[in-house]
């Protein structure tokens, strides 16, 4: 048996998909439309179907079984009425010519009326129908008529306002897929601007979009400068160097951050640090001396393991001073954060009137924490556009404060004094 196919066939499946309603679930909305038009019309059945290709479907039905769920288009009675806009009104269906040999006409359950109305959407596609139906030959009246007009249209509505919905629960869903992404982005962006600036800076800045700048009554600046630095890059590979730089600098790194000190910034062969800023502490010479220990530990072990593999090695003098300095951010575009200060100056002093492996501090330094540490006591030293400076080389912790012979790790005994629950420093 062969059925009609409307001329826009194509396009009216394509209609149909948009609204994504075969297969889906039981809809209270389309139940009550059906049971209404099986009330109004006095008709034991009635459904809301959609025809796709060659497939006929119940979205909803009223009197017939729930196992029946559709049929093949080809002996569905509303293959006719997809290919118009109007309403399709049979009598009796056992006088109509072509309904009158359907397999439902001649067989179980031997149906004798049909009416049915066409669900057109807006843009003319007819893509199922509102039906009613009765087991023998009867008339409909005008108002019943009406009544499954309206109902279409209804389901119709119905149709578009579920589509919206869906479309809009979409829509949410994308936006929701896109606010996480600007979210994992803005993170990304806030954790790398964290280890760009200070923690509090960098939330100072997200928060206001710009930095006061503060002052600090007393903080501790450390140096470190490559010895011979220039003549190794005469005869080092470009790769090789900054390797080299790269392993020594993320040591320090890893060193600030165990002794809260603020890595200010690198220069070509120096590192810069500071104890004290962003955030004041009173420790910050201890916490900077002892720092400074720790990166002359690292270089002294980096030397020994290259110098069995006759590699090149790096040998660093330091230089730390204390004293007021103002810290701030400059720069607009690639800011940095940065402190000055005399006590910066008389610092990169020290550095440089230091000697290899070694750590050269100011009298004032040397005077906070003396008891600490032992020191070689070098003299008034002339500095360039500077008074003379009286100069110590740090050698190490005392005995009573090392944890290790070279004396540059501090025992239990130094890390609990000023607070005996917990310990300065992380290992």
Not at 234 to 241: F, G, Q, V
Not at 405 to 414: C, M, S, T
């Amino acid at each position: 048996m062969t059925y009609p196919v409307p001329e826009n066939e194509v396009e009216r499946n394509e209609a149909l998909r948009s609204y994504r309603i075969m297969d889906t679930p039981v809809e209270a909305a389309f139940e009550d439309i059906c049971q209404l038009a099986a009330q109004i019309c006095d008709c034991p059945v009635a459904y809301v179907s959609f025809i796709e290709d060659d497939r006929f479907w119940f979205k909803s039905k009223y009197g017939l079984p729930a196992d029946f769920e559709g049929c093949p288009r080809e002996i569905a009675f509303c293959s006719v009425t997809v290919c118009g806009s109007e309403l399709v009104l049979v009598p009796d269906l056992k006088q109509d010519d072509y309904y009158k040999d359907f397999p439902f006409v001649v067989g179980d359950p031997f149906l004798g009326f049909y009416c049915a109305m066409p669900l057109v959407t807006p843009d003319g596609f007819a893509i199922g129908t509102i039906c009613v139906m009765d087991f023998k030959p009867r008339e409909l009246t005008f108002e019943c008529q009406e009544a499954i007009r309206r109902l279409a249209h209804q389901t119709m509505a119905q149709l578009e306002y579920r589509r919206r919905i869906i479309e809009l629960d979409e829509t949410m869903r994308a936006l929701d897929v896109t606010h996480a992404a600007l979210e994992k982005e803005k993170a990304r962006a806030d954790n790398l601007l964290t280890t760009i600036l200070p923690e509090s800076i960098a939330h100072e800045l997200l928060e206001s979009n710009k930095v006061a700048p503060r002052f600090f009554n007393d903080a501790t600046v450390l140096f470190a400068d490559v010895v011979g630095f220039t003549s190794l890059t005469e005869k080092a590979e470009p790769a090789t160097l900054i390797g080299m730089l790269n392993s020594y600098f993320a040591a320090f790194d890893d060193i600030m951050e165990q002794f809260n000190l603020e890595k200010i910034k690198t220069i070509g062969d120096a590192y810069m640090a500071a104890a004290g800023v962003p955030s004041s502490d009173r420790l910050h010479t201890l916490k900077a001396c002892l720092a400074a220990l720790a990166m002359q530990d690292v270089a002294a072990k980096k030397k020994a393991e290259r110098q069995k593999l006759r590699l090149p090695y790096f040998e660093f003098r330091i230089g730390i001073h204390s004293g007021p300095v103002i810290a701030g951010l400059v720069g607009r575009k690639r800011f940095t954060y940065d402190i000055w200060g005399d006590a910066v100056n008389v610092a990169a002093r020290l550095e440089a009137h230091s000697e290899p492996e070694k750590i050269n501090v100011s009298e004032r330094v040397h005077h906070q924490i003396a008891p600490y540490f032992d020191f070689t006591v070098r003299g008034s030293v002339v500095v360039k556009n500077k008074l003379p400076i009286n100069m110590y080389f740090l050698d190490r912790l005392q005995d009573i404060y090392s944890e290790d012979e070279a004396g540059r790790v501090a025992n239990r005994k130094l890390q609990m004094m000023s607070d005996p629950t917990k310990l300065l420093f992380n290992k």
